[in-house]
């Protein structure tokens, strides 16, 4: 994983440059970004559970899904779609706080859509559960925060696709 700073920093050393104003001015976007991204991590952070059950409400119980003989009708099944949105949210949160989503392809999406695909998991369901998420969490942070989230949100919700 890295943050936006050393990718920046990084890019620039790597063809061995100083940053140019427009690293720089990414630079500065991040940095005047940063009080929103730390109490929107602080709001998710203290919300998580409610944000998760939220999810699942708006997304997936009273659908097929949920009903007898539906993907996520026993418990097990349903524990562990519900321990995969958490890991989303908290994945989303720490990758928009490095303001890099590199971190979402590493430790969430590579190989993800082929486990799911194998395990039978719809990953229709998945994408909705995870633009459902974005939504709950925009309601909660705010429409700029909400934007910034959705970032990662739709990176997530792209690489299941």
Do not use: W
Request: proline content about 2%.
């Amino acid at each position: 994983m890295q943050d936006a700073i050393t990718a920046l920093i990084n890019s620039s050393d790597v063809q061995g440059r100083y940053l140019d104003p427009s690293s720089l001015d990414k630079l500065q976007n991040y940095f005047q970004s940063g009080d929103m991204r730390a109490k929107t991590a602080i709001a998710v952070s203290a919300n998580a559970k409610n944000i998760v059950t939220k999810t699942v409400a708006k997304s997936l119980l009273y659908t097929d899904i949920t009903a007898p003989g539906g993907n996520m009708y026993t418990c097990r099944r349903y524990a562990a779609c519900v321990r995969d949105l958490d890991y989303f949210l908290r994945y989303a949160t720490y990758a928009m706080l490095a303001g890099d989503t590199s971190i979402l392809d590493e430790r969430i999406l590579n190989g993800l859509r082929e486990t799911y695909n194998s395990l039978g998991v719809p990953i229709g369901a998945t994408i909705r559960s995870v633009q459902a998420m974005k939504e709950v969490v925009t309601s909660l942070v705010g429409a700029d925060a909400g934007r910034e989230m959705g970032v990662y949100f739709d990176h997530i919700a792209a690489g299941l696709s």
